[in-house]
């Protein structure tokens, strides 16, 4: 056993928490959210039901559904009934190492909780709002009574600050849905939550794994943290509330069948690639979809208020990308790095490049960052500087059981709106699985340590 792998493993014993214990960003962030300011008059906040949401996981049904950075919503059963608690208030989501958004969502989550239930249930869900205006939950897709609906005055009087709804119907369907405000600048604040019915009986073929991913863009203005929801430019693209490469990634176990369910709530239409396997769209946000629809592809096009879900075979070992493949959704909004500067006024020869990016780094918080090389005359090619000259590779910061044993600089490669996909053979799964259970901040111990300059050019 090498030291690098000894120290992980001390780590490992040191960090060693409950089952689902795992400290990574999503849970840290559970722990930022802020209290509404309480005004009088303002009802007692109920105690939040049930285990901590971290530690929540539905167990009756087949195959429950991992929405990662996102925690399940609890819940407990009266005389037969499903009883949810969902609490709708401003959240601060850390979308990246060096970035923060001052968000709306519920239980302290943005997106909100995942709720899943099964086809059939009856379910309640008790609302309350502590948010600082008036809202209402609309349950997308979800054939409920129209005084059900969440339609502001139309179904239903809106809930006040402080108020409380009680939802309550019966699920026939089965599916991928969702939940959301129906303000549209509330939904632009993130006011979203998945929604999964499992059916009746498994689909088929059964999955192994079974994942949820909400799409979702954002308009933040340099030095900002709350999004203007009045902006009609999105420049800020998450994955369950996160940017690559702090998004987390989908570990999936070679030779086995997956799904990922795929939702859209946001200002554009996104087409989500997979590397280097072909899938089948399986569902709609209407639910499933007849096999005879079924053809491979790699892309899906996600239009806004849709749901997709995906299902292929792992055939090919590796770590492939899934990720929407507008080109500025598989960025970040670089403007707010520089600041006043344009890229293009950026250094332009190895040393001064080497020098501004560790300047950079350590302007938002990242210790350290990996450069990749440029030519000593790159000032003279027309279009430098391009992506290459700005890669930031944060693999420390962003550091997972879930990235563990990527290689070296692996998050210099992940940007907006994007994950991965980990096609992993059975023991390296079953090692990282166990990571996870005891809770340990991986890093790629198998990896040299880094031994390149940084931040030592004139
Ligand atoms: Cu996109």
Redesign the pocket.
């Known amino acids: 056993m090498n030291s690098e792998r000894r120290k992980f493993l001390h780590g490992a014993a040191l960090l060693g928490g409950g089952l689902f214990a795992s400290r990574s960003m999503a849970d840290t962030q559970h722990e930022q959210h802020t209290q509404p300011a309480k005004k009088p008059g303002t009802p007692t906040k109920p105690t939040r039901p049930g285990k901590p949401l971290e530690s929540f996981q539905p167990t009756d049904v087949l195959t429950p559904v991992l929405t990662p950075d996102v925690p399940n919503l609890p819940f407990k059963v009266e005389n037969g009934v499903k009883v949810f608690h969902l609490i709708a208030e401003p959240v601060r989501r850390q979308l990246l190492p060096f970035k923060t958004m001052e968000v709306w969502g519920y239980n302290r989550s943005c997106p909100g909780p995942t709720i899943q239930a099964n086809q059939g249930d009856r379910v309640r869900i008790v609302f309350d709002n502590h948010l600082p205006e008036s809202t209402t939950i609309h349950w997308h897709g979800l054939e409920v009574p129209i005084d059900m609906d969440g339609v502001p005055y139309v179904s239903q009087k809106p809930v006040p600050p402080g108020g409380r709804y009680i939802y309550e119907f019966t699920l026939h369907q089965e599916g991928t849905y969702f939940y959301h405000s129906h303000g549209a600048m509330q939904e632009m604040m993130g006011m979203i939550g998945m929604f999964i019915l499992h059916p009746k009986g498994a689909y088929l073929p059964r999955v192994d794994h079974d994942f949820g991913i909400i799409?979702q863009?954002w308009a933040i203005l340099p030095n900002n943290s709350v999004p203007n929801t009045a902006n009609m430019e999105f420049n800020w693209?998450t994955f369950n509330g996160v940017s690559a490469p702090a998004t987390t990634p989908l570990l999936v176990r070679l030779g086995s069948r997956a799904r990922i369910r795929i939702v859209n709530l946001g200002m554009?239409?996104?087409?989500?690639h997979l590397h280097g396997h072909q899938f089948f769209i399986t569902g709609t946000e209407g639910g499933r979809a007849p096999e005879s629809t079924w053809y491979p592809t790699n892309t899906v096009l996600v239009g806004v208020a849709q749901a997709r879900d995906i299902e292929f075979d792992a055939k090919y070992p590796g770590d492939w990308m899934l990720h929407?493949?507008?080109p500025?959704?598989?960025m970040n909004s670089m403007s707010d790095l520089l600041s006043d500067r344009m890229i293009t006024t950026a250094a332009t020869n190895e040393p001064q490049a080497r020098s501004q990016l560790q300047a950079m780094a350590e302007s938002i918080g990242v210790a350290h960052l990996h450069h990749a090389p440029i030519a000593a005359n790159a000032s003279d090619v027309p279009g430098f500087p391009q992506d290459a000259f700005m890669e930031m590779g944060m693999d420390e910061a962003v550091a997972k059981p879930e990235a563990y044993g990527l290689p070296e600089n692996w998050s210099a490669a992940m940007m907006?709106?994007m994950t991965m996909v980990r096609i992993l053979p059975p023991e390296k799964y079953d090692e990282i699985m166990a990571l996870k259970r005891e809770g340990v901040k991986g890093k790629p111990a198998d990896s040299p340590a880094p031994q390149h300059p940084h931040g030592s050019g004139k």
């Open positions: 799409l863009g693209l554009d239409h996104h087409p989500i929407c493949h507008l500025h959704h598989m907006g709106m």
